[in-house]
């Protein structure tokens, strides 16, 4: 069954540091999604992403964050000048569209990567 | 203003039927989900409703009412596995679901 990716597993970085964490949604899928959750929180939308552009992003994504799309199959988050606050579990997911009916809002979840910021 | 509320805990039994409420109050709605995410994995998708009503599979079953913004997730026959946070999620937007806090369910023997 096909199933979204992330790489890395677990990420360790200093403050202050630029991390890019990298995401391949499923192969037949349009949209795509970053969400993070701190230890103990809940789970918080960042920003969606349709035909190569931003759809919606939350007041999280400020001009730290970026993502990008850079060829047909990963999906990437960018945090330049990491914090210690941005340490929390991120997740990738996308979803197929709008051609299967039954199950379109269906959002699948990759694994997630820890990012550990001292 | 978005907001979902739901129970933080709830403790039941193996073999028992627990139901886990959901509140919502958000500036759109295309929809319900609930997930289910065990400590330090990726939520797993349970469930969608959009139309007033029960649906049901398996040992699973949730049911919303659009007009009360409420929804609950009803588990039949728990077993031991069952025991993991249980998400209410609204897609608020096209592009966007809302998560809450999560209900930590724990199975007792």
């Known amino acids: 069954e096909p199933e979204v990716t992330q790489t890395p597993s677990h990420q360790v970085t200093q403050m202050g540091q630029e991390v890019i964490l990298r995401c391949v949604p499923i192969s037949n899928h349009l949209y795509f999604y970053w969400y993070r959750q701190i230890l103990g929180q809940k789970v918080e939308f960042l920003v969606s992403?349709?035909?190569?552009?931003?759809?919606?992003k939350s007041e999280i994504f400020d001009d730290q964050f970026s993502v990008e799309r850079p060829d047909g199959s990963n999906f990437t988050l960018k945090i330049r000048s990491t914090k210690l606050e941005d340490s929390a579990m991120y997740f990738c997911?996308?979803?197929?569209?709008?051609?299967?009916?039954?199950?379109?809002?269906?959002?699948?979840f990759g694994p997630g990567t820890r990012l550990t910021v001292l | 203003g978005q907001n979902i509320d739901q129970p933080t805990e709830m403790t039941a039994t193996e073999g028992a039927i627990v139901q886990i409420n959901c509140t919502y109050q958000?500036?759109?709605?295309?929809?319900l989900f609930w997930y289910q995410q065990h400590a330090g994995e990726a939520p797993t998708f349970l469930s969608y409703?959009?139309?007033?009503g029960l649906e049901e599979k398996g040992r699973f079953s949730s049911f919303l009412s659009r007009s009360k913004g409420y929804s609950y997730l009803l588990l039949k026959e728990l077993q031991m596995k069952d025991s993991a946070s249980y998400l209410c999620a609204v897609y608020s937007s096209a592009s966007k679901i809302i998560f809450g806090s999560g209900t930590r369910l724990s199975i007792r023997p």
């Open positions: 997911a996308s979803r197929k569209g709008l051609e299967d009916r039954g199950s379109y809002n269906e959002q699948f």
């Open positions: 958000t500036s759109g709605f295309n929809g």
């Open positions: 409703n959009v139309l007033d």
């Open positions: 992403f349709y035909n190569n552009e931003i759809s919606e």
